[in-house]
Structure formats: structure tokens, C-alpha cells
């Protein structure tokens, strides 16, 4: 068990919808990471907080957004939602703005039909 | 730009025989290096890990040695259980540690 948990376990929604996924990093982590993890493309790194503030952007769409809390949760919000947003999402958490060791939740399947 | 570059999957292997899992790296930088294994239904969790030249990570037999000339860091374990099957990621980051470049990872099947 990593410490990082991440809710829900597994989502189903339709085209056009919105959902959001929700993240609790590792109690004493600062920094929280977004990834998303399909078949054809890999694991691809989103966006990373650090204590509240958007420390880094990867590949993340402009349909997709993430905040965090003061208390350092972090919710992944996507939005007109497609097929192709099918995917595993996992959250991931590290001690400091610079750490290199992170620390993965189980994730998110979410199913797009 | 940055990238690993693993070996593709799926490997097979009987009990007890030795593993290589390739990976290489381009890198601007001076980056860092991870092996993360992946269990099936759970999430990646941090095998090992090099900082420098050199350097060897090792972990649960595992071990892998950052090589700067080749830009290489080859996962190998001398004698695998069948629990080792699983997802194997290397992965790199550079000097901020705010990104994480993953390989497309290597399934590893071990059979009794």
C-alpha cells in the first residue's frame, strides 16, 4: 500500500459527459501527478501540483483540468468526454517541489461508451 | 527531446532463469533512473533507482546499473519467481524532478 488513494475505483459514463476523479496523496506529501494510462499510447505524464499551485504540464487536453486543495486532494476533472478518453488514471504523490521518488495510487479505469 | 526506450513484450521465462529487460534513454540532461513494476489490477510502485553514472539501484534481486556511455539501464534479476510476473516501466526524470518520462513498459510472464 503506497498511502496514495484515489476514488472512484472504476467509472462508466457516456460521450459528452463530465466526471471527476479524486486523489489523496501520502500523508506529508506536497506534491501531487496526474497520469493517464491507455493501451496505444503508454503511460503519459498530465499535470503535477505542488502545495496548491500547477508546478508542471505534460500532455494534458484542453478538455481536461485538475486543481488542489489546501488540504493537498486533488481532483482531475474531464469534460466533453470521447471514446478515446477511455483510459486508467492514476494520481501519484512526492514529498517536495523537486522529489524524485513518487508514490502511485491503484487508479481510475474509467470506460467512455 | 526526452524519451526511454524499452523492449518490447511480452517476455516469457520458466522459473529460475535469468531476466534482461533493455532499456535506453535520450536525455538533455543529467537525468535520474527508475525501474517501476506493476502488478496486475494495482498501480506502479518503484522498484529501483539510479541517480548518477554508475550508480547501481537493486531491490528484491533486482538490480540495474545507470550507464552513461551507452545511456543504458538494463533491469536484469538472476533468477525470476513466478511472482515477479507483472509490468516492468523504466522511466527517467531530469534535474527539477517535475516531469517523469515513461517506457511503454515490458509484460513479464514467469511460468512453474
Known amino acids: 500500500d503506497s498511502g496514495v488513494t484515489q476514488t472512484p475505483k472504476h467509472l462508466i459514463t457516456a460521450t459528452g459527459q463530465r466526471v471527476t476523479l479524486r486523489c489523496s496523496p501520502r500523508s506529508g506529501d506536497l506534491s501531487v501527478y496526474w497520469y493517464q494510462q491507455s493501451l496505444d499510447q503508454g503511460l503519459q505524464f498530465l499535470i503535477q501540483y505542488y502545495n496548491g499551485e500547477e508546478r508542471a504540464k505534460g500532455n494534458i487536453l484542453e478538455r481536461f483540468s485538475a486543481q488542489q486543495f489546501p488540504d493537498l486532494h486533488s481532483e482531475l476533472n474531464l469534460s466533453s468526454l470521447e471514446l478515446g478518453d477511455s483510459a486508467l488514471y492514476f494520481c501519484?504523490?512526492?514529498?517536495?517541489?523537486?522529489?524524485?521518488?513518487?508514490?502511485f495510487g491503484p487508479g481510475t479505469r474509467l470506460t467512455v461508451l | 527531446g526526452d524519451s526511454v526506450t524499452q523492449m518490447e513484450g511480452p517476455v516469457t521465462l520458466s522459473e529460475e532463469a535469468f531476466l534482461t529487460i533493455n532499456c535506453t534513454y535520450t536525455?538533455?540532461?543529467?537525468?535520474?533512473l527508475f525501474w517501476y513494476v506493476q502488478y496486475p489490477g494495482e498501480g506502479l510502485q518503484l522498484l529501483l533507482k539510479?541517480?548518477?553514472?554508475?550508480d547501481k539501484g537493486s531491490n528484491k534481486g533486482f538490480e540495474a546499473t545507470y550507464r552513461k556511455e551507452t545511456t543504458s539501464f538494463h533491469l536484469e534479476k538472476g533468477s525470476v519467481q513466478v511472482s515477479d510476473s507483472a509490468v516492468y516501466f523504466c522511466?527517467?526524470?531530469?534535474?527539477?524532478?517535475?516531469?517523469?518520462?515513461f517506457g511503454s513498459g515490458t509484460k513479464l510472464n514467469v511460468k512453474p
Open positions: 522511466a527517467l526524470t531530469l534535474y527539477n524532478f517535475n516531469k517523469f518520462y
Open positions: 501519484a504523490s512526492s514529498s517536495g517541489r523537486n522529489t524524485d521518488t513518487q508514490y
Open positions: 539510479a541517480t548518477k553514472a554508475d
Open positions: 536525455a538533455t540532461g543529467y537525468p535520474s
